[in-house]
């Protein structure tokens, strides 16, 4: 019996350990994954520096002609264009976004959490689930051609991209700011209402004041999805290697020209190591938006 | 105007909003289902893909789309289970928990197509898979484990600790209890997320186009031999999903139906991905009513 009974003890103590070595290597995975990724895009975009010995002003310069001949003055690769139409896309669609995302957020949390929990939620669930690229298609089959007969233009535009986006980033926003209000204590709102405030004004006043490192997190991790959306937008901007002068012009952004080109480029060249680097940029930018959110969460806090 | 007028007003303002919002998505699933009811047929289901002429259908993207998400949930939910057992039980808080959190933001944040070219860069080329299912598999992977491991975490912190002490005062293991106690209670928040995210990844294009291709071999459903270049078990074949056809196909496709073929396509992802979500909402109120009841 004391021999069963230290077979069991163990085997038991064996699974423990096993159980705690695998859970804390999945956990060690997630890590190495993150810094795999940066090491790797970085190593590959930053070799327009270290192989092609590209400048700093020319990569981040309008000129673009990766194919330019040396007698001409050899290969441009500006990379500025793209980077002005993701910024361009992404802000105007999170502008146009945020106001009717935190409108939502606050219908669910204030005006009627019953309906916001039996209809609003699973419609954002809903619209979060809806693939990227069926947005894509919808915008491509009723947008563009809608803006070529009634606005001008091809149809291919800043405007098409931005509404896209704009609705693709809704649910990120909504959910968000929906967290952000009801982490919120009711003490806020009750001393409002005493104080003799209607409800617009304690929302208004006191609850989105109180909300807002909340609320900018939401749309900071907006502007982070819309920055990095790639083929819905690639759908329906036109990708013209221009700065867009109106709303109806099509542009070109840093996740397009990837899309476009990775395929139709040879490895190595710089025209492909250029493509390396956009996505490098896209990585950075993303750490950037991360550490906004976390400066920004931080202050919140600490007021 | 006075403040009581406001309020009204702003209240008109919010219903006006959420009614938008709702409208909106019945207007894109309306769209999206009755426009591609027409092209809808058994043919198209089941068919070939066409590169010249009309005609085609989808069948094989739709087999690669399911058996690519077979593949990466394969590899995704073990490993994000024990990433989120590890951060929900075992993990201090020091900064190497942290570390983790800010991996997981991180991974979380990053646009699919970065991922995708790094699947293209590690797995494609370095690991030698070539544009296969595997490499699509991995590269989704590495889009839904941090999601995978957020939502254990988050499911398994539901736990009342109750529970486990009850456990640990019967004489079991940590492991023993996460395992017979923790992990039993939390099925219907696991479940029904995993069933959520199946249908993110179904719908995923972008991670894909340079990972598992954009072509698809003839399949032959006859061939069992898993290794042989024809068979549509095969890992390391190319296999062009659902969602990635519906985007070459309005971008370069060279076919004179484009439009009856997208319809369609966009039609039946929507609806798969419908019936993911409600398929998550009747298994969460089912099972959360079982367990409920005893």
């Known amino acids: 019996m004391w021999r069963k009974i230290a077979f069991r003890f163990g085997r038991a103590a064996r699974r423990e350990l096993a159980g705690f070595s695998l859970s804390f290597i999945a956990a060690v995975l997630v890590i190495v994954l993150t810094l795999a990724i940066t090491v790797f895009i970085s190593w590959k975009g930053l070799s327009v520096f270290f192989v092609h010995h590209v400048s700093l002003a020319n990569i981040f310069s309008l000129d673009w002609w990766p194919d330019r001949p040396p007698e001409q003055g050899g290969p441009q690769v500006g990379i500025l264009t793209f980077l002005v139409g993701s910024i361009l896309t992404s802000v105007l669609a999170a502008l146009l976004s945020a106001p009717l995302g935190i409108t939502v957020a606050v219908f669910m949390t204030e005006i009627s959490p019953h309906l916001g929990q039996r209809v609003l939620q699973p419609v954002i669930e809903l619209l979060a689930g809806i693939p990227s690229v069926v947005y894509g298609y919808i915008g491509l089959s009723v947008l563009v051609p809608f803006i070529r007969e009634h606005l001008g233009g091809t149809g291919f535009s800043l405007l098409a991209g931005v509404l896209v986006l704009a609705v693709m980033i809704l649910p990120t926003i909504a959910t968000v700011s929906t967290d952000a209000l009801r982490a919120l204590p009711g003490s806020l709102k009750e001393a409002a209402y005493a104080l003799g405030a209607t409800r617009w004004q304690a929302i208004r006043l006191v609850l989105i004041p109180a909300a807002r490192a909340g609320l900018l997190t939401a749309v900071v991790l907006a502007l982070a999805r819309a920055f990095g959306e790639a083929l819905a937008v690639q759908m329906v901007i036109g990708n013209k290697r221009e700065i867009p002068h109106s709303i109806l012009d099509p542009l070109i952004t840093l996740t397009s020209g990837i899309t476009m080109d990775m395929g139709y480029t040879v490895q190595g060249s710089l025209w492909n190591d250029t493509l390396w680097f956009m996505a490098t940029i896209l990585l950075a930018i993303s750490f950037l938006f991360i550490f906004t959110i976390r400066v920004v969460i931080g202050r919140g806090m600490v007021r | ?294």
Request: aromatic residues 10%.
């Open chain 2, 1 to 294: 105007m006075n403040v009581r007028t406001k309020d009204k007003v702003a209240t008109c303002m919010f219903w006006l909003g959420a009614g938008c919002v709702v409208a909106l998505l019945a207007a894109l699933l309306g769209y999206i289902i009755v426009r591609g009811a027409y092209a809808i047929d058994l043919a198209f289901l089941l068919g070939e893909p066409e590169t010249r002429r009309a005609g085609g259908g989808i069948g094989p993207n739709i087999f690669n789309s399911f058996y690519l998400l077979f593949l990466s949930m394969a590899l995704t939910v073990p490993l994000g289970l024990l990433g989120g057992i590890y951060l929900a039980e075992y993990a201090r808080q020091n900064s190497f928990t942290n570390f983790i959190r800010l991996s997981i933001e991180t991974l979380t944040s990053l646009p699919s197509i970065v991922v995708g070219l790094f699947g293209l860069l590690i797995f494609v080329s370095m690991f030698g898979l070539g544009y296969s299912l595997a490499a699509g598999a991995l590269a989704l992977t590495v889009i839904n484990l941090p999601l995978m491991v957020r939502l254990t975490e988050e499911t398994l912190r539901t736990v009342p600790g109750d529970l486990r002490e009850a456990s640990l005062g019967l004489g079991a293991t940590k492991w023993q209890t996460i395992c017979r106690v923790v992990l039993p209670c939390s099925i219907p928040g696991l479940i029904t997320g995993i069933i959520i995210a199946a249908g993110r990844v179904f719908g995923e294009a972008a991670a894909l186009l340079f990972t598992a291709g954009m072509t698809t071999p003839r399949l032959d459903f006859g061939q069992w031999n898993i290794l042989h270049p024809t068979s549509p078990w095969n890992p390391f074949r190319p296999g062009e999903t659902l969602a990635v056809h519906i985007w070459k196909v309005n971008s370069e496709a060279l076919i004179p139906d484009i439009t009856r073929v997208a319809d369609g396509s966009a039609a039946v992802l929507i609806m798969v991905v419908l019936g993911f979500n409600l398929l998550a909402r009747w298994l969460a109120r089912r099972l959360g009513r079982r367990l409920a009841g005893g």
